[in-house]
């Protein structure tokens, strides 16, 4: 009975999560329309490779940081300082947090929308359910909320399970039968998924070369791909608590978030559109372009984008690592193939993707499902599997892409704002 009765509960959270999602992502598209399409076509700016950029980015940053300052709750925890998922924030950061993910997404951040939506879901899911005559535990509700927004993402309840059976795995939860732990979220990640899908949700699928089939070389490929791919990222990894420091001894989150703008904005006129915004629809593009340009020219879009990861994550900005991270997984998979033609696309692509999102995430689940639905192929999927046995044997002695709260649990800005 103690299933069944989760049912409904998992039902209404998949819903909302996934209508949640496609609210904040549908304003931010709207926004992102009027400043980059409509205001330059009617002023005549007819590029974003121009000043514009320079300037969108860094009234996005100063309006970020206003809103961190002076918001009720400061728009939540830094990102920086967390993992995928954070306990329930008080329902007065909602607002703010929603404010700052909006214009992050609009503006052109290189930051994806993930952590935010997800503590914005799990925040709603606990003021629901976490009430005396429901009785739902904050941790069962947080569980829900989470596979519901990741189910929603993906529009498939796969990679929730997935991500779920390490977190248990992980934390040695061994209440019970492993599916009867599963069934509440993956309910609610079934819901979210099947009310993307109902509403026209993104694929992460892009196009590429036909794969011509198995062979036994894709495999060594896949591997040394993998490991170029994560190394490259452990630089962003290493970089990304200096570049922390820095912005955040700024003490003022609208300096240190307008800076932080004003980098992005360089960032983008040298890397050019394609390595502005989350990178979901450019990394599309970038599939399309790729046959005409060359390994270095794509290899310079990863890097780009790489330090926009870290730059926007590092000043403060509030968003998710994971999107971004595809897209780097994604350009350097291009430019091995570009490199070295032998290698199939479709193979250098889903290794690069698994070994980039493997150091941002530290999940091998959820880097092998990304790298498998990036390229929509599933004979590339035995591959992966054993590309990813010596991938993790580096990725498992780096550090994680995170830096560490201070000890009163809030950041600097907040305590400056207290001040």
Known sequence: MHLVRLVVPALLVGVLCALTL??????????????????????????TETWWTVLVLTVTGLLVGATIRWAPGHAGVDPATTDLVVAPLPLRALPGLAVALVLGLAGGV?????????????????????????????????????????????????????????TFAEGGDRTGPLFDRLFGPLVAAGAGAVTMVALEAPTFAIDLPAYPGVHVGDVLSAAVVAVVAALLT???????????????GLRHPVLALGL?????????????????????????ELSGEAGDMTWTAILVLAVVKLAALVVAAGAGFRGGRIFPTVFVGVAVGFAASSLVPSVPAAVAVSAAVLGAVVVVSRSGWLALFVAAVVVDDARLIPALCIAIVP????????PP???????????????TARA
Do not use: Y
Request: charged share 10%; net charge neutral.
């Open 22 to 47: 496609v609210a904040l992502s549908a304003l931010a598209t709207w926004i992102q329309d009027l400043v980059w399409d409509r205001l330059p076509a009617a002023w005549g700016v007819a590029t």
């Open 110 to 166: 290189s930051l994806g929308p993930e952590n935010p939506i997800i503590a914005i879901n799990v925040a709603l899911t606990a003021w629901i359910l976490c009430r005396p005559r429901l009785g739902v535990p904050v941790q069962g509700a947080v569980g829900l909320a989470m596979s519901a927004t990741i189910g929603a993402m993906f529009a498939t309840p796969l990679a929730a399970a997935l991500v779920l059976t390490e």
């Open 234 to 248: 452990l630089l962003a990894v290493l970089a990304f608590p200096v570049v922390h420091r820095v912005f955040h």
């Open 391 to 398: 991938l993790w044997l580096v990725v498992r002695n780096m």
């Open 260 to 284: 932080g703008g004003l980098v992005l904005g360089l960032l983008g006129v040298l890397g050019g559109p394609l390595t502005l915004f989350k990178g979901l629809d450019e990394m599309k």
């Open 401 to 415: 892409m995170r830096v560490e709260p201070p000890a009163d649990g809030a950041s600097e800005f907040v305590a």
